[in-house]
Each structure stands twice: as structure tokens, then as C-alpha cells.
Nanobody, 121 residues
Framework: QVRLVESGGGLVQPGGSLRLSCAASGIIRNINAMGWFRQAPGKERELVATITSGSRTVYADSVKGRFTISRDNAKNTLYLQMNNLRPEDTAVYYC???????????????WGQGTLVTVSS
């Protein structure tokens, strides 16, 4: 199958930075779009940013200018550089990918287990 594993979460003070990573492994032929989502306590999961295989990006308005999404296609790895973090960025961050498997199946929404980001002084 396909596995996505996030890392890089933690506790950071307001104004600080963190870099999240998401490593994809398994029966992967190609990864199309990838993205980061987040879910704060008591709220629904929301889009943070997405990136296509050609590196076209889309950001939520709330993170524009502060977060940068990128990917290393050779390593099947997704990144999220988060700068100038705010308390309202506190959430579990999830990696998402649209995957073409080696046996030519499409997994439209592969998800990781999430990594917790806490922004607090």
C-alpha cells in the first residue's frame, strides 16, 4: 500500500518557525498533487496549501506570505516551511497525496497520521 509519515511538529513560540516533512513510501509509481491540511481542536479539517507535480502552489489566505509548500519528487517528500507562526496556527497538520500505484491504481486521497503543531508562549 501507500504510507505517508509526517514529522517536524512541536511546540514553538509565537513568531517562531517550524518545518514539516511528509515522506511517502510504498507501491508508488507517481505522486500527483500533494497538500497540507490542518485540524484545530473543535474545528473541521481545512486546507493549508497544495502543490502539483509541476510545483504549482495554492495557499489558504490565512497562511499566504508566511508558509511555503515544496516537494522533492525524487524523494517522494513534501515540506511545509512555516514562519511567523501564530497561536491560531495551532492544529494537527496532515499530509495528503494523490497517488498512482505501481499496479496502475489511483489512490485519490492518501493521508498521513498527522503531526501536532502548538504555537504558544
Amino acid at each position: 500500500q501507500v504510507r505517508l509519515v509526517e514529522s517536524g511538529g512541536g511546540l514553538v513560540q509565537p513568531g517562531g518557525s517550524l518545518r514539516l516533512s511528509c515522506a511517502a513510501s510504498g507501491i508508488i509509481r507517481n505522486i500527483n498533487a500533494m497538500g497540507w491540511f490542518r485540524q484545530a481542536p473543535g474545528k473541521e479539517r481545512e486546507l493549508v496549501a497544495t502543490i502539483t507535480s509541476g510545483s504549482r502552489t495554492v495557499y489558504a489566505d490565512s497562511v499566504k506570505g508566511r508558509f511555503t509548500i515544496s516537494r522533492d519528487n525524487a524523494k517522494n517528500t513534501l515540506y511545509l516551511q512555516m514562519n511567523n507562526l501564530r497561536p491560531e496556527d495551532t492544529a494537527v497538520y496532515y499530509c495528503n497525496a494523490n497517488v498512482l500505484t505501481t499496479d496502475w491504481r489511483i489512490i485519490p486521497d492518501a493521508w498521513g497520521q498527522g503531526t501536532l503543531v502548538t504555537v504558544s508562549s
